[in-house]
Each structure stands twice: as structure tokens, then as C-alpha cells.
T-cell receptor, first 114, second 116 residues
Framework: GNSVTQMEGPVTLSEEAFLTINCTYT??????LFWYVQYPGEGLQLLLK?????DKGSNKGFEATYRKETTSFHLEKGSVQVSDSAVYFC?????????????FGKGITLSVRP | DTGVSQNPRHKITKRGQNVTFRCDPI?????LYWYRQTLGQGPEFLTY????????KSRLLSDRFSAERPKGSFSTLEIQRTEQGDSAMYLC??????????????FGPGTRLTVL
């Protein structure tokens, strides 16, 4: 079945530091890949997505590239801000299924210090 | 606010009691999903509806769980004879359907269930 593995957390960075959060996946067919973010006290929000190999998703300064050869979708940001402190979830959905249910990783908590 | 809403936001119950949660999706969305999230884990799929039809249920959804979407609008998730292992955040999401492409799922704030 489908699965998503995220690096262990939590992660604590100073403001303006470079961020990488690793994500690898196992799936049949050609999944679509996502990063969701959960800010404190809020619901899950889609941060970015990529639907085919070599696509790059980007939003709010975050980027992730769909790497089929390494089955990875690592999240990066060049300069984090305090407001980026949140829980980040990598997820996938199988395009071979009709319902587009999401399979999530465990999530990682990012704390950014001023 | 036209987002997904869930009620109640918090529910504390005693083991063995029944509980019911409600989800109101974004009005034009015909798909509705339920997920469960336990502490330190990502959300896990439970079930989904397209309009009023329940089209898939996860093996996580035991016989004590039942979900309905009677008029294709709001949905309810009922847990009978609650157990301490049912303590979790229950998330609802909605989306449009069709077109052969992924349609973004919009999540509600969740209902946190604590079973004592």
C-alpha cells in the first residue's frame, strides 16, 4: 500500500536559516504529492503540490520537487521566519483511485526562533 | 466564514458512551472525507462520501463507527460504545470531485475526542 516517511523531528531553527524537511514515499502508479501545514490553533492547509515527476511545487517561499527516481519530495525554504513555525505534513494521493484519499506522513514540528 | 466547520470542537466522554460529531462542508463541494489523527501521527483516512453515497470505508472504521451524509450536505460520524483507544482528533475535509485531476481537500478544525 501507499506510505509516506518523514524525517524525525522536531526541528528548531533561527530566523533566516535554511530549511530542509525530508520526505520519501512508497506508492503504486504515479501519485500526486503534497505538503500540508498546520499552524497553531488552525486546521490543515495545503502548502504546495506536484502532480508528476520533475514538477516543482512552490508557495510562500517554500519549494519541493517531485523526484521519481529517489521517490522523494523534500521541502525547502531559503530563509525561514518566525511565522513559519508550524507542523508540516507530507502526503500523497494515488491518481489510480477515484476518491483521492490522502495518505499522510507523521508530520514534523518546526520552531523558528527570532 | 465559508470554510469547513465541525462541531463540537471538543468532546469528553466516558468509556462505553456514544458520541456523534458533525461536519458542514463548503457548500458547493460534493465530496466529504473523514480522517482520524492521533497524537504524534498524521491524519489517517476513515471514509468518504460523494454526495450522499458512502463510497469507501477504511479497515480502521470498526463496526462501532458509522457515518452518514443524508442529503449530500452535512455529515455525521457516530462512535458507539467508545473505548479509550478512540481518543483522537477527528478531521473532516471537503472537495469538488471529477475532472480526472486532484481537487484540493479543505480541512475543518477538527473535533478532539477524549474518552475517560
Amino acid at each position: 500500500g501507499n506510505s509516506v516517511t518523514q524525517m524525525e523531528g522536531p526541528v528548531t531553527l533561527s530566523e533566516e536559516a535554511f530549511l530542509t524537511i525530508n520526505c520519501t514515499y512508497t506508492a503504486t502508479g504515479y501519485p500526486s504529492l503534497f505538503w500540508y501545514v498546520q499552524y497553531p490553533g488552525e486546521g490543515l492547509q495545503l502548502l504546495l503540490k506536484a502532480t508528476k515527476a520533475d514538477d516543482k511545487g512552490s508557495n510562500k517561499g517554500f519549494e519541493a520537487t517531485y523526484r521519481k527516481e529517489t521517490t522523494s519530495f523534500h521541502l525547502e525554504k531559503g530563509s525561514v521566519q518566525v511565522s513559519d513555525s508550524a507542523v508540516y505534513f507530507c502526503a500523497l494521493t494515488s491518481t489510480s483511485g477515484a476518491n483521492s484519499k490522502l495518505t499522510f506522513g507523521k508530520g514534523i514540528t518546526l520552531s523558528v526562533r527570532p | 466564514d465559508t470554510g469547513v466547520s465541525q462541531n463540537p470542537r471538543h468532546k469528553i466522554t466516558k468509556r462505553g458512551q456514544n458520541v456523534t460529531f458533525r461536519c458542514d462542508p463548503i457548500s458547493e463541494h460534493n465530496r466529504l472525507y473523514w480522517y482520524r489523527q492521533t497524537l504524534g501521527q498524521g491524519p489517517e483516512f476513515l471514509t468518504y462520501f460523494q454526495n450522499e453515497a458512502q463510497l469507501e470505508k477504511s479497515r480502521l472504521l470498526s463496526d462501532r463507527f458509522s457515518a452518514e451524509r443524508p442529503k449530500g450536505s452535512f455529515s455525521t460520524l457516530e462512535i458507539q460504545r467508545t473505548e479509550q483507544g478512540d481518543s483522537a482528533m477527528y478531521l473532516c475535509a471537503s472537495s469538488l470531485a471529477g475532472g480526472g485531476v486532484y481537487n484540493e481537500q479543505f480541512f475543518g478544525p477538527g473535533t478532539r475526542l477524549t474518552v475517560l
